[in-house]
């Protein structure tokens, strides 16, 4: 029961993140592009100095989670989204913008569901959430707090329509603030890792490098699809914020699917057949000038990145020393991220000469070959576990 009501209060933390992070998703396009009518190469540094700050602070309060305690590194993590939304509401200055983005980890490198904003926050919640629960229902739960995550995401950036531009990180700030309450009740029966010991960290190593592939895929598109929009359709932000919104809806409700897909594939067959359909689909954007057929991949190919998270994040709580998972989520982040902040930089850089098509290509076969990594580093580790599972009594 007390599990129960900690995951509850965890849950509504989670949520208030994921409301603000939406709007922020938005709005922040918007800020850049039409407000103060900056490129697309200034919002794609923008988004670069948040990945890589976001990799440093996840690595940082990955070790803390370990060594520190998660209670207290939730609440430290927790409070950089909302001064990170009061600093750009007060100042549109563009030191100021740096340092906010910085600060809130305005990334956008994952869907909003996998931490595309403030995403320093993710290894602490993944290990509280391993912490609380066991194998029989942890896909299970990633599941529904990646669920929440995206509904809740998707709700925010329905809510962006309210505000002005400006006005959106007030309310962001404000909300986000709200959620750090429910952290105090929390109490966890905490690890202390040794800081000098890594045991898995050739598991590790694996996860890190698969992650720093994806994150490379997902700096060049995924920070780009609302400025896609943008530029090449005109599409205006009440139009975008629905959206988003459907967007967000229908990846919330697709990650559901993950422990089903446990069950009957296993970790590396939903990584192969989800995001290898995905990859497909983008592919499309650039061959295509029918809004219509863009719009209906770019709210189908976020549920295809997010449904096999929960299957990830459940296999590397398994293969990976329980004391040392909050390291390992900070290390995959930072490999993750900083191989993102290049590929962020070069697609701005391309939308800024209007070559828009160049990294969808690339995207593609660097997650080819990424899904071929998945199948030679984890498939062998699965299989040893799948029949130590079988020979248990």
Known sequence: MKTNRHLFLLALFRTSRSVAAGMIAIAFPYLILRVLHDSALILGLLYTAAALATAAFGLGFGFLTDVWGQKKTLIAVGLMLPASSALVFASNWLPAL?????IGGYSATGSLMEGGVGGAAQPSQVVAISELTDRNNRTFVFSFFTFLSGITAAAGALMARLFTVHNVFLASALISLAGIACLIPLH?????????????????GKFSLTGALNGFAAGLIVPFLIPFFVIVYHVPKSQMAVYGFIAGALASFAVLAAPRMDRMWGFVNSIAWTRGLGTALLLLLPLTHDALLALLVYFVTPSLRVMAMPVQRTALTEMVHSDEIGRAMGLNQVARLTASSGAIAFTGYMFDLSDIALPFYVYAGVMAFNIYLYFRFFRPVESRLEDSERLQP
């Open 98 to 102: 740096f340092l906010g983005c910085i």
């Open 188 to 204: 966890f029966r905490e690890y202390r890792g040794d800081i000098r010991r890594l045991s898995s960290r050739e598991i590790i």
